[in-house]
């Protein structure tokens, strides 16, 4: 089964066509627009996969809802419940995000207040999971994790004592401590992360990213080092379910922010917008993504396109985030792109698929 294919002007294009080319695009600018259908995939599930983790063409991991976790080995022909066996209100945790690095190692997180945080890792393809992490804090609530590499990781929860809690793991996600709050500015009142794709908070090339919302404008807090933050406002209407939901970077430089409102998914103003600098500073979208936004990923080898999803439909952008185009209104929550131009989603209703970007 395969979504629906995009539509497009010819001036939304031929100005998405200019801005890649001037910002230097890995393919030529004048190349044809590429024709982008999800192609679902069957994995007899219905729970939600708010956590995605693809880690070549053939092995995957999903995570979600009911401590729901699935793994493919054959790029999704056929998905194994591989999560960890819980019993009683355990077993109703909710894994969020997920990071994979083969078929045999995996962590996940689990979202909630207090002792519903939690990180488990495993390195037998899901048959034995082991508790890393337990949440101590009644006002902690983690929302992502992300690694620079199979070492060295952090995790985000909203703010504790006016500040976001970082914690953080240099051994692949078997032990963890929290970084001193010194380094971090403080939240707003009404400040928080969105525990909606595992892109809240992101790394690339050695720099940390976190977005939050809840207040306007939704802001992107950013770091060299994990431990020494900063934070500058975004372009994004932020409100109590509003807000940077996704913060990606495809370099130290370029990067994109989308989100939206969470209470009004066909919302499609102020829910993206693009950075040269590092995040210091945000420009607006010229053209919105169709719709709140969840999650957002950069397509390896396109230097300037990347992919949006959320609720309502699918957006990409050939110009580093300027514009916005729709191509598919199925719901996701998630979307992560590999190298080779191999994008997959997942979402509510046990929905995975696969694009190619050529």
């Known amino acids: 089964m395969k979504g629906l294919p995009f539509v497009i002007s010819t001036a939304v294009l031929a100005t ?13 600018a004048n190349r044809s627009p590429p024709t982008l259908t999800w192609s679902l995939l069957n994995t007899a599930n219905t729970n939600q996969f708010r956590g995605l983790a693809p880690v070549s063409h053939k092995v995957a991991w999903v995570s979600g809802t009911n401590s729901t976790v699935l793994r493919t080995t054959d790029g999704g022909n056929t998905w194994k419940s591989v999560g960890p066996q819980l019993t009683g209100p355990d077993a109703e945790l909710e894994f969020r995000d997920i990071q994979a690095w ?9 979202i909630g207040f207090g002792p519903e945080s939690r990180i488990y890792f495993t390195e037998d393809g899901g048959k034995n999971w082991t508790q890393s992490f337990g949440n101590e804090e009644e006002a902690a609530f983690y929302d992502c994790i992300a690694f620079e590499n199979e070492k060295r990781g952090l995790a985000m929860s ?4 006016g500040k976001i809690r970082l914690i953080e793991t240099l051994d692949g996600g078997k032990s963890w401590s929290v970084i001193d ?27 940390w990213y976190v977005g939050t919302g809840g207040e306007d404008p939704g802001r992107v807090f ?10 500058s406002n975004t372009t994004l209407l932020g409100a109590e379910a509003a807000g940077v939901f996704s913060v990606r970077f495809r370099d130290r430089k370029h990067g994109i922010a989308v989100g939206g409102d969470f209470e009004n998914p066909t919302g499609n103003m102020n829910n993206a917008a693009w950075s040269t600098d590092g995040g210091r500073t945000w420009q607006s979208a010229a053209r919105f993504p169709d719709g709140y936004r969840s999650g957002s990923s950069w397509v390896p080898g396109h230097c300037d396109m990347a992919l949006a999803v959320g609720s309502t439909g699918s957006d990409f952008t050939l110009d580093g985030g300027r514009t916005w185009i729709g191509f598919d209104n199925g719901t996701f929550d998630s979307v992560e792109c590999l190298e080779g131009g191999l994008c997959w989603a997942s979402g509510a209703g046990g929905r995975v698929a696969r694009l190619y970007v050529k």
């Not at 709050?181 to 969105?194: D, H, L, T």
């Open 102 to 110: 083969s078929a045999k190692k995996a962590v996940i997180l689990s």
């Open 158 to 161: 909203d703010p504790v004592d």
């Open 222 to 231: 950013y770091s060299s080092d994990g431990h020494i933050w900063d934070v």
């Open 16 to 28: 998405s066509l200019v801005h890649a080319s001037s910002l230097g695009t890995c393919h030529p």
């Open 181 to 207: 709050s010194a380094g971090i500015p403080p939240a707003r009142a009404n400040e928080w992360g969105f525990a909606a794709s595992g892109t809240c908070l992101t790394t690339t090339a050695g720099r």
